[in-house]
Structures are given as structure tokens and as C-alpha cells.
């Protein structure tokens, strides 16, 4: 899977999640379609915290458009912790990390290792 980019209007509607999850953390999956990441998907049984967000991994949909995962840090990180990395390959290749105060500038994409991926906005 190619992944291209993520839709603008997707990234701003991630942006509205974590801030209206504030202060506690969201989870959600990305679907990609024709290499664009333009869809969250909300699995049911998520459980969000101030300080973690989990989801269900028998909730994730059978799909091969499954890019990923998008989670929000609250306390503004934009780096991956040790949870994330343990939880990052089992949802996707690409990961995004949504930090406070929810802007344009907060936001960083990673790989399944944790890596810093430099995603395009399209």
C-alpha cells in the first residue's frame, strides 16, 4: 500500500476529535482509499482515559484499506511513547499523533517501528 497523503479536511476533522476529547485522549483507525487517507473509523468498546486510549482489536474491521491509527496527546508530545510503539504494528503502517492545542502545527505521522513519516496533506 501506497500511501500518498492525508485529506485536509480529515486532519481538520482529527484536530475537532482531540479537542473534544480533551483532556482525555481519543483512538481511532484511518482507511485509505487510492493511496489518500480520507476516513476515521471509531471502533465500538473504545475505552479513553487522560492518559491512554485503547480499543478493541477484535472491533477492527476486515479490510485492506486499514492505513493505520490516529490517537490524541492531551499534554501536547508529538513523539510516540513505549505503549504506542507496542500498539502501533498492530493497526496499520502509518500513524498519526494529534497533540494539544490541535492546530495545523500539532500533529506528526509515524511508522509502524515509530519512526518519524513525513506525510502529505492533499
Known sequence: ????GIRQDLLNLLFQM???AHPNEFVALLMERDGVIDEVNLLPGTVVREDSASL???MMPLSTHIAGSCHSHPNGVLRPSGADIRFF??????HVI???PYTEQSWRCFSSDGQH?????V
Open 18 to 20: 482531540g479537542r473534544d
Open 56 to 58: 478493541l482489536y477484535d
Open 1 to 4: 500500500m501506497i500511501i500518498r
Open 117 to 121: 513519516y513525513r506525510m502529505g496533506v
Open 89 to 94: 504494528p498492530r493497526t496499520g503502517r502509518f
Open 98 to 100: 494529534i497533540g494539544y
